[in-house]
């Protein structure tokens, strides 16, 4: 059995435009295109941008999953360490958020008690001695 582009896209629950980038960036092969009719995706092309999107729902990169899909089945150690990688760096981008909340908090509470004509938070973001991105 085969797909048209678009029964591929809504069997993987992406959008047509999402299926061409993939084919373009090397994530999805493109079938020939037969003389008469429309191109034609095994239906495994469903599996494979389901994995796609379920990879990125992980916060794995199109690079990362490129990678990731090039190393195969057979190369479990190679994948847990791309796992691992980006495990630690998911860590790091949640201490850097958590920062963030905290000076939201504090200058959320500032505003709270603030009863002057002026914002306070406006003020706390404009001078240079608050944490900055």
């Known amino acids: 059995m085969s797909l048209t582009i678009g029964k591929l896209?809504?069997?993987?629950?992406?959008?047509?435009?999402?299926?061409?980038?993939?084919?373009?960036?090397?994530?999805?092969?493109?079938?020939?295109?037969?003389?008469?009719?429309?191109?034609?995706?095994?239906?495994?092309?469903?599996?494979?941008?389901?994995?796609?999107?379920?990879?990125?729902?992980?916060?794995?990169?199109?690079?990362?999953?490129?990678?990731?899909?090039?190393?195969?089945?057979?190369?479990?150690?190679?994948?847990?360490?791309l796992a691992e990688q980006k495990r630690d760096r998911i860590k790091i981008q949640i201490r850097g958020l958590e920062s963030i909340h905290a000076v939201l908090l504090r200058l959320i509470e500032g505003c709270a008690t603030d009863q002057a004509q002026h914002c306070s938070m406006i003020d706390a973001l404009s001078h240079e001695d608050n944490q900055s991105p």
Do not use: H, M, W
Request: charged content about 25%; glycine content about 6%.
């Open 9 to 81: 896209a809504c069997a993987a629950s992406v959008n047509i435009e999402t299926v061409r980038y993939y084919q373009r960036i090397g994530l999805l092969q493109e079938p020939d295109k037969p003389q008469i009719g429309y191109r034609q995706y095994p239906v495994t092309d469903v599996a494979r941008l389901r994995f796609v999107k379920r990879a990125q729902y992980l916060g794995f990169t199109l690079k990362e999953i490129v990678e990731l899909l090039s190393l195969g089945e057979d190369r479990c150690e190679s994948v847990k360490v």
